[in-house]
């Protein structure tokens, strides 16, 4: 397996920092190398947070990624500020129900997958983020959806309410096509 | 042969190397005899500061350390919150506690620790050679204040004891003297109360003790003396500032 | 015991609990704020303290007094953090009270910036404060280490009667990564009888000092803590040796640096360049003996440090001039690149070629 190096960012509150932990969780589960790096200090309050997550059959050497091969941006500034940050044939993930703009490069994949409107039409706007994992997963196959539906159900085992929901919505982003 | 008179067992026959006429001696005595009287010599553990009573631990005969300059407050919350059962107690002279050590002790009072503090004010550093101090009177020569304390140059003599009085977690704060017999008896009561008032678990006592320095104000004990009570007292009255009960 | 995902700072915490830290002082400075934030969840549940002091300075006099009072107690801040606790520090030193202190470093000088550096190198192996004292320094590369070098760090303290340091970064600091809390190893440290606990009426009183106006006092101090410190050279020195065998340089770095070298190894073989990897685990006591058989392919050694240039003084003395010491360094909070440190070995050795 070829390391998975993603930047996921978005703006507070969009749960950039749960997906890629949610990521980071599931490879770990799946008995590999794992890091997950936020950004932190002043940008956190407000603005556009971000963060970093490799997963590998190796050791990691660093878990800054620069070079990424899966880039999410969830809204338009981390679209602007992270696109060129993809490798060459890696993957660009937009959350179109924010970003109207499309990326200028033509050697990378480019998906827009609308996952605040999937969100709110399953019924829950927060969910988004599970929507963009699910989607994220089945190109990827960076981890399988199964480890991840473990995650939730282990980070939410506090509030098992939410489990069925956010399962759902990350079904329903693995299938979407 | 009656014994009618002998020094508390709280403290050591190390000879003190005070200077003549200094009254750390005194306040020593005071401590050690109210540690005595309340039966808790073996029980307390006390921190030393910068300064001329840096050595206090060679002659209380009690667990003590040393603290960094101002710092003894801090020191003494460690100890203290390790050891929630045991009297501690902090020694600081006006250098130490009114000018690099303001933070350390406004937010032990702040906190309400629950330990002592004796506070020496003789208005000087003592032990770097009569320096002014933050306590140092207006017009007060110093070897820093050659022309004596100018408020327009360095502000105000500070007063530490009124100052923590306005701090919830001080639950007592009294400030004595130890020029006269008779206020040296009052001052051994406060002293005393203190202690009292940190063994019932009340919060943070605080006694200011007026004193002398001889040798940095450049007079005679007996002159020494005169001068506390001429000049010091006025400006920093004796009395209590805050009862228990008058904490919240 | 199975693996869990934690944040570097959390794991620093938990694993100080496991080594039986029982009172943490301290004041807030990013990165390294949820080490407090943890410690005023878990310190109260088993029956210790966690005090947010009103200063650095208050934090580290705090834990002097814990320590005097014979606890086991800790304190964690950040680079300009560190500054202010040197004082104290010294006087831990000093006075041999042991302690841990954990630094999850950032860049400087002054207030600088909050990504991760490593310009404390001097502060923290240089003794950062005032007299001849050394601290234990310890080095972390991976949160895992991390979580094991810190819970042996109690036993280490007690042992030396000595406050001990993790050097940390802020990228240890706040990444999270599948670590397994492992129990302490056990060192066989004296009873501290000498702690300030009251005397009971049992034992003449105990003084904890670091005053001593006689120069001859003062002397015989010095060299009793030298001694200590040239037991602690011989005995406590820990690196990783990687890949050395028939490399023609051999880059030095450690923690957070030390993985990227890793990773320029790789890309340096892909090249047909042999590059190996000494990555000191205790920085002081520096692991000079590491340098001691260079292979005889080594054409350079080289030190990566998030600094311009602190660990390479102790390269050198390591390398004694047997063959150049070259440096690559990036500062600012900037973490370097493998292909930045690829670019400089190959203009090094290049260079040495030609």
Same mark, same amino acid.
């Given at each position: 397996m070829k390391d998975h190096k993603f930047i996921i960012s978005g703006f507070g509150g969009q749960g950039v920092m749960s997906l890629g932990m949610m990521l980071a969780y599931g490879g770990m589960l799946e008995g590999k190398e794992v890091t997950w790096l936020p950004s932190y200090g002043p940008e956190m309050r407000g603005g556009t947070a971000n963060c970093n997550v490799v997963i590998s059959q190796k050791p990691i050497s660093s878990p800054v990624v620069t070079k990424a091969t899966s880039v999410v941006a969830m809204n338009l500034p981390s679209l602007i500020k992270f696109e060129k940050n993809v490798i060459a044939e890696g993957n660009l993930f937009v959350n179109s129900s924010l970003i109207n703009e499309k990326t200028s490069r033509k050697d990378i994949h480019d998906y827009y997958i609308a996952a605040n409107d999937i969100a709110i039409e399953m019924g829950n706007d927060k969910a988004a983020n599970m929507v963009l994992l699910g989607f994220i997963l089945a190109e990827t196959q960076a981890i399988s959806l199964k480890s991840v539906e473990k995650v939730i159900e282990k980070l939410f085992q506090n509030k098992k309410a939410l489990i069925p929901l956010n399962i759902k919505a990350l079904n329903i982003g693995y299938e979407f096509n | 042969m009656t014994v009618v008179f002998k020094k508390s067992v709280g403290l050591t026959d190390t000879e003190q190397h005070y200077c003549p006429g200094c009254t750390h001696g005194i306040t020593h005595r005071?401590?050690?005899?109210?540690?005595?009287?309340?039966?808790?010599?073996?029980?307390?553990?006390?921190?030393?500061?910068?300064?001329?009573s840096i050595l206090a631990h060679k002659y209380f005969a009690i667990d003590m350390c040393e603290a960094a300059h101002g710092r003894a407050p801090a020191v003494a919350t460690g100890l203290k919150r390790v050891h929630p059962d045991k009297v501690v107690f902090t020694y600081q002279g006006d250098g130490d506690l009114a000018s690099i050590g303001t933070a350390e002790i406004i937010h032990a009072a702040h906190r309400g620790e629950n330990f002592t503090t004796i506070f020496i004010n003789n208005a000087i550093y003592g032990m770097t050679g009569g320096q002014m101090a933050p306590t140092t009177l207006v017009g007060q020569i110093a070897t820093t204040a050659p022309k004596g304390r100018d408020p327009k140059h360095c502000g105000f003599p500070l007063k530490v004891s009124e100052m923590l009085a306005t701090i919830e977690g001080a639950v007592y704060v009294e400030r004595v003297s130890v020029d006269t017999p008779a206020n040296i008896r009052k001052a051994k009561k406060a002293v005393k109360k203190a202690f009292e008032i940190q063994l019932s678990g009340e919060g943070f006592s605080f006694v200011e003790i007026l004193s002398t320095c001889p040798t940095n104000w450049g007079m005679n004990p007996k002159d020494s003396m005169e001068w506390l009570k001429e000049n010091m007292i006025p400006y920093y009255p004796l009395g209590n500032l805050k009862k228990p009960q008058e904490a919240r | #015991?199975?693996?869990?995902?934690?944040?570097?700072?959390?794991?620093?915490?938990?694993?100080?609990?496991?080594?039986?830290?029982?009172?943490?002082?301290?004041?807030?400075?990013?990165?390294?704020?949820?080490?407090?934030?943890? #410690?005023s969840r878990e310190l109260p549940k088993i029956g210790g303290c966690f005090l947010q002091a009103e200063s650095e300075i208050a934090a580290i006099n705090m834990v002097y007094g814990a320590s005097c009072a014979g606890a086991r107690v800790m304190t964690s801040s950040s680079s300009p953090g560190i500054a202010l606790k040197q004082e104290g520090i010294s006087f831990l030193a000093s006075a041999e009270l042991p302690c841990v202190l954990i630094n999850v470093s950032r860049a400087g000088p002054g207030i600088g910036g909050i990504q991760p550096g490593q310009a404390d190198y001097y502060q923290s192996t240089r003794g950062g404060g005032n007299g001849d004292y050394q601290v234990l320094v310890y080095a972390p590369a991976s949160v895992q280490e991390a979580v094991e070098l810190t819970a042996n760090a109690f036993e280490i303290a007690d042992y030396y009667r000595n406050p001990v340091m993790i050097l940390g970064d802020g990228m240890i600091g706040q990444m999270m990564e599948p670590v397994e809390l492992k129990e302490p190893i056990i060192r066989d440290a004296s009873p501290k009888t000498w702690a300030l606990t009251g005397t009971g009426g049992q034992r003449t009183h105990n003084t904890i000092k670091s005053l001593a106006l006689e120069p001859d006092d003062l002397e015989e101090i010095n060299l009793k803590l030298k001694a200590k410190y040239d037991v602690i050279q011989e005995k406590e020195v820990q690196y990783e040796a990687y890949n050395l065998d028939g490399a023609e340089i051999i880059l030095v770095a450690y923690g957070t640096v030390s993985r990227i070298a890793k990773a320029v190894i790789d890309d340096l073989a892909a090249l047909n360049i042999k590059a190996g990897l000494i990555r000191p685990i205790t920085l002081w006591p520096f692991p000079y003996k590491a340098f001691n058989d260079l292979p005889a392919t080594t054409k350079s050694v080289m030190s990566v440090e998030m600094s311009f240039g602190q660990m390479i003084d102790d390269v050198k003395i390591a390398v004694n001039g047997r063959v150049p010491v070259d440096f690559y360094g990036r500062t600012g909070g900037n973490v370097p690149s493998p292909e930045e440190i690829v670019c400089k070995v190959k203009e090094i050795l290049g260079g040495a070629e030609s």
């Open positions: - | 005071l401590v050690a005899e109210a540690l005595e009287e309340l039966n808790v010599l073996d029980e307390t553990i006390g921190v030393s500061p910068v300064g001329c | #015991m199975a693996k869990v995902l934690m944040k570097g700072n959390e794991a620093f915490a938990a694993a100080a609990i496991k080594g039986g830290c029982k009172y943490f002082f301290g004041y807030p400075i990013t990165p390294q704020n949820e080490i407090p934030e943890y #410690m």
